[in-house]
T-cell receptor, first 116, second 115 residues
Framework: GAGVSQSPSNKVTEKGKDVELRCDPISGHTALYWYRQSLGQGLEFLIYFQGNSAPDKSGLPSDRFSAERTGGSVSTLTIQRTQQEDSAVYLC??????????????FGPGTRLTVL | AQKVTQAQTEISVVEKEDVTLDCVYETRDTTYYLFWYKQPPSGELVFLIRRNSFDEQNEISGRYSWNFQKSTSSFNFTITASQVVDSAVYFCALGEPSGNTPLVFGKGTRLSVIA
């Protein structure tokens, strides 16, 4: 089935390096979300794309984090100059558009990032 | 500010026991949405239920049931006759009234069902 896919599934990097995480949402889903799940913590919202609107970046923890969504589909989350505290599972979700309602957010399997 | 509290970090039960996962939320909105998600060992979150704040009826789906009480700001989840396959981390989440925006998640409850 064509669910949300993320790549890579695992990424180990050295402190100070840049990383790119990719998310392929379900076709036709105009809403795309990035969350971060740190050990023992819940899911923390990072950034949200809805159609052609400007993304909601209010959850990004620092200016080292950025994300883009090309063609309204694939999204890339970039972390520059990674730090050890960036180690977490990064989850992407997508949903159909909705006004005054919630459509189910479908989650990908996540990318486990380890910063040494 | 919105907040979701799942006070139970880990729960362990023996198969066939009933178990209730607690969820308490805080919001200033009069309209909101509540959710439960399941995260099995594979890692992908699986949607279980969405509840609008206007609908306080309890819901049952097979072995799963949800008790929504606005008076206590709680949305508890009960699994009846638990099975090993129920072992997972369960997240409660809160959504804004405008709909289709990022959710505020609790820290999750890890449920272990022992055969």
């Amino acid at each position: 089935g064509a669910g949300v896919s993320q790549s890579p599934s695992n990424k180990v990097t050295e402190k100070g390096k840049d990383v790119e995480l990719r998310c392929d949402p379900i076709s036709g889903h105009t809403a795309l979300y990035w969350y971060r799940q740190s050990l023992g913590q819940g899911l923390e919202f990072l950034i949200y794309f809805q159609g052609n609107s400007a993304p909601d970046k209010s959850g990004l923890p620092s200016d080292r984090f950025s994300a883009e969504r090309t063609g309204g589909s694939v999204s890339t989350l970039t972390i520059q100059r990674t730090q050890q505290e960036d180690s977490a599972v990064y989850l992407c979700a997508s949903s159909l558009p909705g006004i005054r309602s919630y459509n189910e957010q479908f989650f990908g399997p996540g990318t486990r990032l380890t910063v040494l | 500010a919105q907040k979701v509290t799942q006070a139970q970090t880990e729960i362990s039960v023996v198969e066939k026991e009933d178990v209730t996962l607690d969820c308490v939320y805080e919001t200033r909105d009069t309209t909101y949405y509540l959710f439960w998600y399941k995260q099995p060992p594979s890692g992908e979150l699986v949607f279980l239920i969405r509840r609008n704040s206007f609908d306080e009826q309890n819901e049952i789906s097979g072995r799963y049931s949800w008790n929504f009480q606005k008076s206590t700001s709680s949305f508890n989840f009960t699994i009846t006759a638990s099975q090993v396959v129920d072992s997972a981390v369960y997240f409660c989440a809160l959504g804004e009234p405008s709909g289709n925006t990022p959710l505020v998640f609790g820290k999750g409850t890890r449920l272990s069902v022992i055969a």
